[in-house]
């Protein structure tokens, strides 16, 4: 058996004290070795312990359970024993599981298409738990890589969507494309995306072209639609113009590349990497506002300031 049979989770999803309906395997010496079998128990302090430790790559489930693990999870999600912050942490580690093993699928449509749930839970959860929504951004790790990256940018362009009016269906699809905005990163060398400090000009170039590799995936499937083909295309143009790749201004930007500009950028300001130091979410956005507004929809940076308050009062 190979990782290709399997997919990853995190055990902090797992409930503990309750029988679990799915046997929990480990990839050792390059076979994967059952370490939980199906019906046994885990303690909390050993769900804890072994969480604490993980990488993201150390615990998997067979892929033929893939549909029993979604509703073990849902299961959790409308558990009245369960309170909205650890509903928020076990929405968070099981999406970001999942999305791990989608990004790296080679049929984009069919990742997509696997995705939707994903943002289906994501805007229930803020819909029936906006008082936690604040929770999934606040347990996120410390490292900036592009799954957690890419789920944070997904819940403040949904939070500011639904600032701005967006209906259920544009909401869905502004879900994936916020979350599938940096695919193109795939085709990135790992070492410039792991790089601890600065780009060289070279490094800078082959970074630069993300977005279009990143239309270039998306392109391989029909389904995909314009908006989150733009999401990942235009991110990184500006309101003002010197964008790139296209050099667009104003409203030649798509709606979802300006709402994932916003969002990308503020994400990347607040989250640590390993070359600077977060800054504030009110820091953040003043400096967006007073030193690089002209990159944004005004707008919708006045929009994100009451995203941001209402996560904060909540």
Same mark, same amino acid.
């Given at each position: 058996m190979s990782t290709k049979d399997f997919f990853r989770i995190r055990l902090s999803t797992i409930r503990p004290s309750e029988d679990i309906p799915f046997a929990i395997y480990v990839y050792v010496d390059?076979?994967?070795?059952?370490?939980?079998?199906?019906?046994?128990?885990?303690?909390?302090? &050993?769900?804890?312990?072994?969480? +604490?430790?993980?990488?993201?790559e150390s615990f998997f489930v067979d892929n033929i359970n893939k549909p029993l693990y979604r509703d073990y999870v849902k299961s959790s999600m409308n558990s009245?024993?369960?309170?909205?912050?650890?509903k928020a942490n076990i929405l968070r580690e099981s999406s970001i599981a999942i999305l791990e093993d989608l990004f790296e699928t080679p049929d984009v449509g069919q990742a997509i298409e696997d995705t939707k749930p994903v943002v289906k839970d994501l805007l229930e959860f803020m819909q029936n738990a906006p008082e936690s929504v604040g929770s =999934?951004?606040?347990?996120?790790?410390? #490292?900036?890589?592009?799954?957690?990256?890419?789920? #944070?940018?997904s819940i403040y362009s949904l939070g500011l969507g639904s600032a701005l009016g967006f209906d259920k269906a544009t909401m869905e699809?502004? +879900?994936?494309?916020?979350?599938?905005?940096?695919? +193109?990163?795939?085709?990135?060398? =790992?070492?410039?995306?792991?790089?601890?400090?600065? =780009? #060289?000009?070279?490094?800078?170039v082959q970074m630069k072209m993300h977005p279009q590799f990143g239309l270039k995936i998306l392109n391989e499937s029909a389904t995909v639609s314009d908006g989150i083909k733009a999401a990942c295309?235009?991110?990184?143009?500006?309101?003002?113009?010197?964008?790139?790749?296209?050099d667009?201004?104003?409203?030649?930007?798509?709606?979802?590349?300006?709402?994932?500009?916003?969002?990308?950028?503020?994400?990347?300001?607040?989250?640590?990497?390993?070359?600077?130091?977060?800054?504030?979410?009110?820091?953040?956005?003043?400096?967006? &506002?007073?030193?690089?507004?002209q990159k944004f929809d005004p707008e919708m940076l006045r929009a994100m300031y009451s995203v941001l308050f209402k996560m904060d009062a909540a």
């Amino acid at each position: 058996m190979s990782t290709k049979d399997f997919f990853r989770i995190r055990l902090s999803t797992i409930r503990p004290s309750e029988d679990i309906p799915f046997a929990i395997y480990v990839y050792v010496d390059s076979k994967m070795v059952e370490y939980v079998k199906l019906g046994d128990k885990l303690a909390a302090a &050993k769900i804890a312990s072994l969480h +604490g430790r993980d990488t993201g790559e150390s615990f998997f489930v067979d892929n033929i359970n893939k549909p029993l693990y979604r509703d073990y999870v849902k299961s959790s999600m409308n558990s009245s024993l369960i309170s909205n912050d650890q509903k928020a942490n076990i929405l968070r580690e099981s999406s970001i599981a999942i999305l791990e093993d989608l990004f790296e699928t080679p049929d984009v449509g069919q990742a997509i298409e696997d995705t939707k749930p994903v943002v289906k839970d994501l805007l229930e959860f803020m819909q029936n738990a906006p008082e936690s929504v604040g929770s =999934l951004i606040s347990l996120s790790g410390h #490292d900036f890589y592009t799954y957690n990256h890419s789920f #944070d940018v997904s819940i403040y362009s949904l939070g500011l969507g639904s600032a701005l009016g967006f209906d259920k269906a544009t909401m869905e699809d502004l +879900g994936l494309g916020s979350l599938f905005h940096d695919v +193109g990163k795939r085709n990135v060398a =790992l070492d410039i995306l792991c790089k601890r400090g600065p =780009l #060289d000009d070279a490094e800078w170039v082959q970074m630069k072209m993300h977005p279009q590799f990143g239309l270039k995936i998306l392109n391989e499937s029909a389904t995909v639609s314009d908006g989150i083909k733009a999401a990942c295309y235009e991110h990184h143009e500006s309101w003002k113009g010197g964008g790139y790749p296209q050099d667009l201004h104003g409203q030649e930007i798509h709606p979802f590349a300006r709402i994932v500009s916003l969002t990308d950028t503020y994400d990347a300001m607040t989250t640590q990497r390993s070359y600077n130091v977060p800054m504030r979410p009110t820091e953040a956005l003043n400096m967006m &506002k007073e030193k690089v507004s002209q990159k944004f929809d005004p707008e919708m940076l006045r929009a994100m300031y009451s995203v941001l308050f209402k996560m904060d009062a909540a």
